[in-house]
């Protein structure tokens, strides 16, 4: 078991009545994923979630109501049994019609920390167990509309002090062969008692762009303050024909802060990779 992973799920999933979801995993503490990355090592979880959701008549512009929405899940260690994490949350949630969408949740999350974690302008949480309570909401605007944008905020404690977050992603089409979208989020975290905290901001821009249903391109850039990292990614596809595609992605990472007396002086680039795949699908 030291080496293995494992899952076991049981879901009910439909639209309109009652659903569900049930999730056991363990995972043992010299497994090696191979491919990919876990977040966690050596750890059991119970996992589970439960709605009930009301389609509305043809009289109402409302389409569907979720007012009761209940998830959680709890992280244990395999070593001692000790609970790592919890998470416990309801969701409401109000759908037009139009494709509008407003909703509103109320969470509390348990952190056991071993360790000091480090935080961006030389913040740090100490070890010890925190409990933390949150609310947070967005409304989005109909998917269907030409232009289009979504909103959301948190606020709620954070390990000994608080957290506001608050967020807004605009949408343009402008024409069936270009997409353009924007995202800006800012995080004002603060420690009253240890006198420390900080701002972190997020900006993503993404485009899309089709000349025809064979080529395409993607492009995304996002800037984080608080890594002082600005990333791009950019994939070319060549569809030839169902089953059989070209692409091309260049990716790359930039250092935004450098010292120049700092010893050793972080570089520019953090990494640089160009990926040409061809992927075929034989018919036997």
């Known amino acids: 078991m030291d080496t293995a992973t494992f899952l076991v799920e049981l879901t009910r999933r439909i639209d309109i009545g009652f659903d569900y979801e049930v999730v056991a995993a363990r995972s043992g503490k010299h497994f090696l994923p191979g491919i990919g990355y876990t977040r966690r090592e050596d750890f059991t979880q119970l996992r589970g979630r439960v709605s009930y959701d009301w389609l509305m008549g043809k009289e109402t512009s409302i389409r569907k109501v979720s007012p009761l929405q209940f998830s959680g899940y709890i992280v244990l260690r395999n070593e001692d049994g000790s ?4 998470h416990l949350a309801y969701d409401t949630d109000l759908q037009w019609k139009s494709g509008a969408d407003v909703w509103i949740d109320f969470e509390m999350d348990y952190e056991d920390l071993l360790e000091d974690e480090d935080f961006p302008e030389d913040t740090v949480i100490p070890a010890g167990s925190y409990t933390n309570f949150k609310t ?31 967020g807004v992603e605009p949408t343009w089409n402008v024409s069936r062969h270009l997409e353009m979208s924007s995202e800006y989020e800012v995080n004002v975290v603060r420690f009253p008692d240890r006198h ?11 485009t899309r762009a089709a000349l025809n249903t064979q080529v395409s391109l993607n492009a995304f850039v996002q800037y984080n303050s608080a890594s002082d990292r600005f990333s791009t990614n950019i994939r070319f596809r060549y569809n030839f024909r169902e089953g059989n595609d070209l692409w091309l992605v260049y990716n790359e ?32």
């Open 196 to 206: 420390q905290g900080f701002n972190a901001h997020v900006v993503r821009l993404r």
């Open 136 to 166: 947070e909401g967005g409304f989005d605007t109909p998917d269907g509309n030409l232009f289009r944008a979504d909103f959301d905020w948190a606020f709620g404690s954070f390990f000994h002090g608080w957290r506001f977050d608050v």
């Open 253 to 284: 990472n930039l250092n935004t802060y450098t010292d120049y007396d700092e010893i050793p002086r972080q570089l520019l680039t953090r990494g640089r990779t160009v990926l040409l795949k061809y992927t075929n699908t034989f018919d036997l």
């Open 83 to 86: 609970v790592e994490s919890a």
